[in-house]
């Protein structure tokens, strides 16, 4: 049986977005997990909430199978977010009960 993690990313909105970029220092990001994960990347979610308000965060999920934690958490770590405070990164593997949080701050 495989091991999948369940990974949360929310930022400010357009954090770190530019002309050339589709989210900005996510792209970072899913660059990352491109390379390492077989073309897997987050995707943006934030649209998908209930209400009639919308989201004043940006949401991306992605399912990993066997991920290097350490290794994308470090690479989360040095991103220059513009707000790094709204940067929250959450993992939760199939093994696991809870989500770890990690923030640049």
Request: proline fraction near 2%; aromatic fraction near 12%.
């Amino acid at each position: 049986m495989s091991t999948v993690s369940n990974v949360m990313l929310t930022t400010a909105i357009y954090d770190g977005a530019w002309s050339q970029s589709d989210y900005g220092s996510v792209d970072i990001l899913n660059e990352y997990l491109r390379k390492q994960y077989q073309g897997t990347c987050f995707k943006f979610v934030h649209d998908k909430a209930g209400g009639h308000k919308q989201m004043t965060c940006d949401i991306f999920i992605a399912a990993v199978e066997y991920l290097d934690v350490d290794s994308l958490v470090e690479t989360f770590l040095t991103i220059e977010w513009q707000k790094p405070k709204e940067a929250q990164l959450m993992i939760r593997s199939n093994l696991d009960d809870k989500f770890q949080l990690f923030s640049p701050n």
